[in-house]
């Protein structure tokens, strides 16, 4: 009986750590945690019934269809090394070698070159184009540690027409945004640093090839899509997870932390919000309104995702699909070939693509209705890829606030925020809203994120 007392006692000795938030962020950040402090309390608060976030699959008519998320790279070690010590290796999946392949629409569809020879061959650019990148080791290096946007940055680097066409339909695929409308430090910090510390791109690229040496990264995602993943995660970490919670306040008093929302009050030591920027921003409203106003500033870039099912198509999609650029006018920001990219997308001898609609390029598309944008989504399918078939399944998935848009300024701000944060001992943000919107970066985020939580 004492002893049992004893042990109540020291159970409730323990830190009690919130997460609010249940995509990857929260869920990476609570496995660290635990990592490092097993005995820690956790628990964590997802608004929907499902956890995943922005990381969720769709079952639909033998089709698995992601409304985000597709899966990560292998060349950064964070989220397989994730995988790894989840105990979730077994539903690892590697993308097919037929991927590898992948085209750009700019005039029409081509393959996007992926060495010297095909690049100095590739119809994307003209001459004048691809002499304008070759000049690039030669081009004036920028002083200055002023932010620019990508499209700046572009044009100084590799000139206008590189600019137009592939970091445009990069950024697009990527960040669902435009070069002119996103930082190029906050969003490309990598290839920024290899103008700084090399002078050049192409130098940096070279000898970083050569000190590094390692194979380029494989796209990995999960068998049965990436909500098998969550959904194993989240069973193999020891913490409360308390679904459909919608938190609205988080106050704050000398016993430390209370969220509450119209049916909960609930206490805590520290706290961490794994939500969106505004999200955030609603939950900090009357805590810290200065700090709310910053985080309601950070932009979000809406897209839609079309999933197009054909139970045949004699289309051969041999690739990992195609980005537009902004100057081909088309109706989609890509086609993702999904199924040839992993086989389990699709049972048998079905196809599925999913669409990309909207981002910064047409914000207002994204949000329109879904008839709207599964007419986008065929309209598109069919100028890029000659594919006039009615389809057998169709499903759309509207993320009106989609991806964060790291905007000129957002390292700065976000420098703000941190600032403000740091100085109420026990709040912690960390989201794809901040440092980094990829799988890995959110991992690696959330391991730096835990590690300071726990003092490790
Ligand atoms: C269409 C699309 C495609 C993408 N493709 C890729 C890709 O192929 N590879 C890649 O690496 N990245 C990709 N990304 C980016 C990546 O998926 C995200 O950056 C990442 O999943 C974000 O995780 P997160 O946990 O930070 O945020 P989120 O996934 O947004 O999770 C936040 C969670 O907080 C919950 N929440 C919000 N408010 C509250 C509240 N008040 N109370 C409780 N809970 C709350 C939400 O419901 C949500 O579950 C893609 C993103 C999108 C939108």
Same mark, same amino acid.
């Given at each position: 009986?004492?002893?049992?007392?004893?042990?109540?006692?020291?159970?409730?000795?323990?830190?009690?750590?919130?997460?609010?938030?249940?995509?990857?962020?929260?869920?990476?950040?609570?496995?660290?945690?635990?990592?490092?402090?097993?005995?820690?309390?956790?628990?964590?608060? $997802? %608004? +929907?019934?499902?956890?995943?976030? =922005?990381?969720?699959?769709? @079952? #639909?008519?033998?089709?698995?269809?992601?409304? *985000?998320?597709?899966?990560f790279l292998s060349n950064k070690p964070d989220t397989l090394e994730l995988v790894k010590l989840s105990g979730c290796e077994d539903?690892?999946?590697?993308?097919?070698?037929?991927?590898?392949?992948?085209?750009?629409?700019?005039?029409?569809?081509?393959?996007?070159?992926?060495?010297?020879?095909?690049?100095?061959?590739?119809?994307?650019?003209?001459?004048?184009?691809?002499?304008?990148?070759?000049?690039?080791?030669?081009?004036?290096?920028?002083?200055?540690?002023?932010?620019?946007?990508?499209?700046?940055?572009?044009?100084?680097?590799?000139?206008?027409?590189?600019?137009?066409?592939?970091?445009?339909?990069?950024?697009?695929?990527?960040?669902?945004?435009?070069?002119?409308?996103?930082?190029?430090?906050?969003?490309?910090?990598?290839?920024?640093?290899? $103008? %700084? +510390?090399?002078?050049?791109?192409? =130098?940096?690229?070279?000898? @970083? #090839?050569?000190?590094?040496?390692?194979?380029? *990264?494989?796209?990995?995602?999960?068998?049965?899509?990436?909500?098998?993943?969550?959904?194993?995660?989240?069973?193999?970490?020891?913490?409360?997870?308390?679904?459909?919670?919608?938190?609205?306040?988080?106050?704050?008093?000398?016993?430390?932390?209370?969220?509450?929302?119209?049916?909960?009050?609930?206490?805590?030591?520290?706290?961490?919000?794994?939500?969106?920027?505004?999200?955030?921003?609603?939950?900090?409203?009357?805590?810290?309104?200065?700090?709310?106003?910053?985080?309601?500033?950070?932009?979000?870039?809406?897209?839609?995702?079309?999933?197009?099912?054909?139970?045949?198509?004699?289309?051969?999609?041999?690739?990992?699909?195609?980005?537009?650029?902004?100057?081909?006018?088309?109706?989609?920001?890509?086609?993702?070939?999904?199924s040839s990219i992993f086989t389990d997308r699709a049972k048998e001898d079905k196809k599925l693509l999913r669409a990309m609609i909207?981002?910064?390029?047409?914000?207002?598309?994204?949000?329109?209705?879904?008839?709207?944008?599964?007419?986008?989504?065929?309209?598109?399918?069919?100028?890029?890829?000659?594919?006039?078939?009615?389809?057998?399944?169709?499903?759309?998935?509207?993320?009106?606030?989609?991806?964060?848009?790291?905007?000129?300024?957002?390292?700065?701000?976000?420098?703000?925020?941190?600032?403000?944060?740091?100085?109420?001992?026990?709040?912690?943000?960390?989201?794809?809203?901040?440092?980094?919107?990829?799988?890995?970066?959110?991992?690696?985020?959330?391991?730096?994120?835990?590690?300071?939580?726990?003092?490790?």
């Amino acid at each position: 009986m004492k002893r049992g007392k004893e042990e109540e006692k020291m159970k409730t000795n323990h830190e009690s750590i919130a997460i609010v938030g249940g995509g990857i962020s929260g869920l990476a950040t609570a496995f660290y945690i635990k990592q490092y402090k097993p005995e820690t309390k956790i628990t964590l608060f $997802e %608004k +929907e019934s499902e956890l995943g976030g =922005k990381m969720k699959t769709i @079952k #639909r008519d033998g089709f698995l269809i992601e409304e *985000g998320s597709n899966g990560f790279l292998s060349n950064k070690p964070d989220t397989l090394e994730l995988v790894k010590l989840s105990g979730c290796e077994d539903i690892l999946l590697k993308s097919s070698d037929e991927a590898r392949k992948r085209f750009i629409y700019d005039k029409k569809l081509e393959v996007l070159p992926e060495s010297p020879k095909a690049f100095l061959t590739t119809p994307l650019l003209s001459l004048k184009g691809k002499i304008r990148v070759l000049y690039e080791p030669f081009a004036p290096i920028k002083r200055d540690n002023k932010d620019e946007s990508l499209q700046e940055f572009g044009y100084r680097r590799v000139g206008k027409e590189m600019t137009d066409v592939f970091l445009d339909a990069m950024v697009a695929g990527i960040y669902a945004s435009t070069p002119a409308s996103i930082s190029a430090p906050a969003a490309f910090p990598l290839v920024v640093k290899l $103008e %700084k +510390e090399y002078g050049s791109l192409f =130098k940096g690229m070279i000898k @970083k #090839r050569k000190k590094e040496a390692g194979p380029g *990264g494989v796209l990995m995602s999960f068998k049965g899509g990436v909500s098998t993943f969550i959904k194993k995660l989240s069973q193999n970490i020891d913490i409360d997870i308390i679904k459909d919670i919608d938190i609205k306040t988080l106050q704050k008093d000398e016993k430390g932390f209370i969220l509450q929302n119209e049916n909960l009050k609930m206490r805590f030591d520290k706290v961490i919000l794994s939500t969106p920027a505004y999200e955030s921003a609603k939950i900090l409203k009357d805590l810290m309104p200065k700090l709310s106003n910053e985080l309601a500033d950070i932009e979000y870039s809406p897209i839609s995702i079309v999933g197009v099912g054909y139970d045949t198509l004699s289309h051969p999609l041999k690739g990992f699909g195609l980005l537009a650029t902004t100057r081909a006018k088309k109706s989609v920001l890509g086609v993702l070939w999904d199924s040839s990219i992993f086989t389990d997308r699709a049972k048998e001898d079905k196809k599925l693509l999913r669409a990309m609609i909207g981002g910064q390029r047409d914000p207002k598309l994204a949000l329109q209705d879904n008839e709207t944008l599964i007419n986008s989504a065929l309209k598109g399918i069919k100028d890029t890829m000659g594919i006039d078939k009615k389809p057998d399944t169709i499903y759309v998935k509207k993320h009106d606030k989609g991806i964060p848009n790291y905007r000129v300024g957002h390292i700065k701000r976000v420098e703000n925020i941190m600032n403000m944060v740091d100085k109420i001992e026990g709040l912690y943000l960390n989201s794809n809203a901040y440092k980094g919107i990829g799988l890995n970066d959110c991992v690696s985020n959330s391991k730096l994120c835990a590690k300071e939580v726990v003092g490790a």
